[in-house]
């Protein structure tokens, strides 16, 4: 009878113990149908544009948001605000050493290290950003509707870019740049999808 009972008791503790592992499903991004917009900003004027994915997941532990990692291709970087000859003429600047030297550099990365759920889809995301080899934690709030092991996340990230060594015309480094001075917040706009 003890046998039983104590067999019965470490069945249950067995079914417990399965139950409260984390299964976290690594759910790969939509490259294709998802968008990073990027915007930057001088005093009176301002420049938008996208850049590319190229790879990346959200890892999701029974429906939660737990990390993720993305990687993107800052040789994609182009920008959309103005004609084809000036998009490329400002895509040329970009990419070069003034700011992100992407011959050199070729991808960017964010890795996701804690996010805290708030109320209905709303998280607290902490994640690393590595641009030109250089790696600073960053905190936004992101929206992340998850259904199984789909997912559609949004959010809006803002960075200073002089921590990461793109100084071009700040007006922290450079001194009386009147009309070319330019801000150091950059702006983007997530919209990421699952892989269907």
């Known amino acids: 009878m003890k046998k039983i009972f104590l067999s019965a008791i470490l069945s249950v503790i067995t079914l417990f113990a399965m139950a409260t592992e984390p299964h976290v499903d690594h ?18 004027s301002s420049h938008e544009g996208t850049v ?21 291709d800052m040789q994609s970087l182009a920008t959309t605000d103005m004609s084809e000859e000036y998009n ?4 040329g600047h970009l990419k070069n050493e003034d700011f992100f030297n992407v011959s050199k550099f070729p991808t ?4 996701i290290t804690n996010a ?15 641009i030109k080899g250089i790696t600073h934690p960053i905190t936004f709030a ?9 997912f559609l996340a949004t959010a809006k990230i803002k960075i200073d870019r002089t921590k990461w060594d793109i100084k071009y015309n700040s007006g922290n480094y450079f001194k009386d740049l009147g009309d070319k001075l330019i801000l150091d917040e950059i ?3 997530i919209f990421l999808l699952s892989v269907k």
């Open 27 to 44: 759910v790969r991004v939509n490259t294709e149908n998802s968008t990073v917009k990027w915007k930057g900003s001088k005093i009176s």
């Open 52 to 72: 590319n994915i190229l790879k990346g997941n959200l890892n999701i532990d029974h429906g939660t948001l737990v990390a993720g990692q993305f990687s993107i």
């Open 88 to 91: 490329k003429k400002l895509d």
């Open 108 to 111: 960017a990365s964010v890795t």
């Open 116 to 130: 805290v759920k708030g109320k209905g889809n709303s998280y607290k995301v902490v994640a690393d950003l590595t």
């Open 142 to 150: 992101a929206d992340v509707n998850i259904n199984g092991k789909n």
């Open 187 to 189: 702006e983007f706009d």
